[in-house]
């Protein structure tokens, strides 16, 4: 697990997790700068997935192909907008990591970026959303026949990075950095 400043599209992994909303629709944010950077290709396909599926329910993700991205697939993940914690949010943002994790998984993919979930518009503070993020991937990297070798979460801002900086800093067992 490691933490880094920057832009997410930028960084090469088997899969990059886009924070999308539930009508998989695109918008701004990280969403809009993956659509950008990918190209057309990922809303074709979103919008094949929209029309059999409907769309995709909070605390769950889809994947698509990366179109022009340094990634083989994105996953579209769709995180709780937060309304005061009290409305399941924790429970539906875990579930987002782990729902990313286990496409991941079911791939045989070895490398894998996350962005801070629900954190921008949709309003997250970032430390309770930094903690799970990092508790479920540390439950999953710890499981002996995990195929994911590298889990990087990617943050736009230098004040969450520090956040996730501290927090990775207290795993020193499995910081690989
Ligand atoms: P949400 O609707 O889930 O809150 P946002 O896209 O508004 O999604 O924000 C999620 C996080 O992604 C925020 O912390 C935002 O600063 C960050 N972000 C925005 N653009 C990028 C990018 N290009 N790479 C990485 N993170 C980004």
């Known amino acids: 697990m490691e933490a880094v400043e920057g832009d997410i599209t930028r960084i090469a992994v088997d899969a990059i997790v886009n924070a999308a909303n539930s009508a998989l ?11 950008r950077a990918g190209g057309p290709e990922i809303m074709r396909e979103l919008d094949e997935l929209r029309r059999v599926t409907g769309g995709c329910p909070t605390g769950s993700a889809v994947a698509t192909g990366a179109g022009r991205l340094p990634a083989r697939f994105v996953f579209h993940s769709v995180g709780p907008i937060y309304r005061g914690g009290e409305r399941g949010e924790p429970d539906l943002l875990a579930s987002c990591y782990r729902t990313c994790l286990k496409l991941a998984e079911d791939r045989g993919l070895s490398s ?56 990775l800093e207290r795993l020193p067992s499995i910081h690989a950095e």
């Open 112 to 167: 894998l970026s996350f962005p801070a979930i629900s954190t921008g518009v949709y309003g997250y503070p970032i430390r309770p959303a930094a903690e799970i993020a990092v508790r479920e991937v540390k439950a999953h990297l710890e499981k002996a026949d995990a195929s994911l070798q590298r889990v990087v979460f990617v943050l736009f801002s230098r004040s969450d990075y520090k956040v996730y900086a501290r927090l």
């Open 25 to 35: 629709a695109g918008g701004g944010g990280v969403d809009g700068a993956i659509h």
